[in-house]
Nanobody, 115 residues
Framework: QVQLVESGGGLVQAGGSLRLSCAAS????????MGWYRQAPGKQRELVAA???????NYADSVKGRFTISRDNAKNTVFLQMNSLKPEDTAVYYC?????????WGQGTQVTVSS
């Protein structure tokens, strides 16, 4: 078992920045992938960014060039740096830890971008 706790969400104006953190209750080294997902009202949850154990990253087209995912295995933490935020980035952002047979989610943190 692992608990994931997200933080760093809030209200920001368009063009602004936020940095989300996902703190895990134990080592994240064993997880193949750590990711950030988001879900806007009335929409399905979607992948925003993911990073594997080798540091390889993957981004949704809508956030490429604006968001950066990183992981600090020593601190059991994953980050999502979000720049040039747009109103369409408004959503609840969830942290995910995944390996074969393991799939954990945090409780989510709200990000609201005003125009």
């Amino acid at each position: 078992q692992v608990q994931l706790v997200e933080s760093g969400g809030g209200l920001v104006q368009a063009g602004g920045s936020l940095r989300l953190s996902c703190a895990a209750s134990r080592s994240i080294f064993s997880f193949n992938n750590m990711g950030w997902y988001r879900q806007a009202p009335g929409k399905q949850r979607e992948l925003v960014a993911a990073i594997n154990g080798f540091g390889t990253t993957n981004y949704a087209d809508s956030v490429k060039g604006r968001f950066t995912i990183s992981r600090d295995n020593a601190k059991n933490t994953v980050f999502l740096q979000m720049n040039s935020l747009k109103p369409e980035d408004t959503a609840v952002y969830y942290c995910n830890a995944f390996s074969i047979g393991q799939d954990y989610w945090g409780q989510g943190t709200q990000v609201t971008v005003s125009s």
